[in-house]
């Protein structure tokens, strides 16, 4: 059981770190400060008045840029590797006192995670700023925010529910990606296949 807790958390909050780094981090500094769970000794780190801070301040600069068409995509190009850091770094710091190579595996874990779910938003918000109206923007902004904020939480209080989400939530990603990629592997092949002859 205490493995699946672990679990659950170091997941979730990978995958929410994916979408929103900084809501994710501000929000469970903000559990530790003010006691909204108990948890383990390890996330203490994310207790301070710095890291909160910085957390919250970037967290609002983020909630505008994200809403304004193509500054929000250049947001995500910079995030990409900050994301999947950010998610790396929460699941070492989430799974506690382990060994170098349970840390390690712990660091690819989380980031590969993060990742997915930066790619997901990043690519998806790339599609909408091909939309005229700016309320597509929005609305996918607010939904992000939400998701990072509610799956968080989840993870705070209950975990194993969360491990669930977040599974679930993979395996969505996974299954959307190998659309993708069998469309972009159809696509090539037209592509590259030879202008017929003229007579």
């Known amino acids: 059981m205490e493995l699946a807790v672990v679990l659950g958390r170091t997941i ?5 770190a ?10 469970i500094g903000l559990a530790v400060r003010f006691g909204w ?7 203490d780190t994310f207790g301070s008045d710095v890291v909160i801070g910085a957390a919250v301040v970037m967290y609002l600069l983020e909630f505008f840029a994200d809403k304004i068409p193509y500054v ?9 590797v900050i994301r999947p850091v950010g ?5 070492v710091t989430s799974l506690g006192d382990a060994s170098p190579g349970a840390a ?7 980031g590969a995670v993060a990742a997915s779910s930066h790619l997901t938003k990043a690519s998806t918000r790339a599609v909408a700023n091909t939309s005229p109206e700016p ?10 925010d939400v998701f990072a904020f509610g799956l968080g939480y989840l993870a ?3 975990p194993l529910a969360a491990l669930g989400v977040a599974l679930g939530v993979l395996a969505c990603i996974l299954a959307f990606s190998m659309v993708i990629l069998r469309l972009a592997s159809r696509w090539l092949g037209r592509w590259r296949q030879p202008a017929p002859a003229l007579h």
């Open 12 to 16: 979730s909050f990978a995958l929410a």
């Open 18 to 27: 994916g979408v929103n780094v900084y809501a994710t981090v501000a929000l």
């Open 37 to 43: 769970v108990d948890l383990p000794p390890q996330y």
């Open 72 to 80: 929000d995509t250049l947001w995500d190009l910079v995030h990409t």
């Open 87 to 91: 998610g790396a770094f929460i699941a």
């Open 104 to 110: 390690t595996l712990a660091a690819l874990a989380g």
């Open 135 to 144: 309320f597509s923007n929005w609305a996918l902004s607010l939904a992000e």
């Open 156 to 158: 705070l209080t209950y």
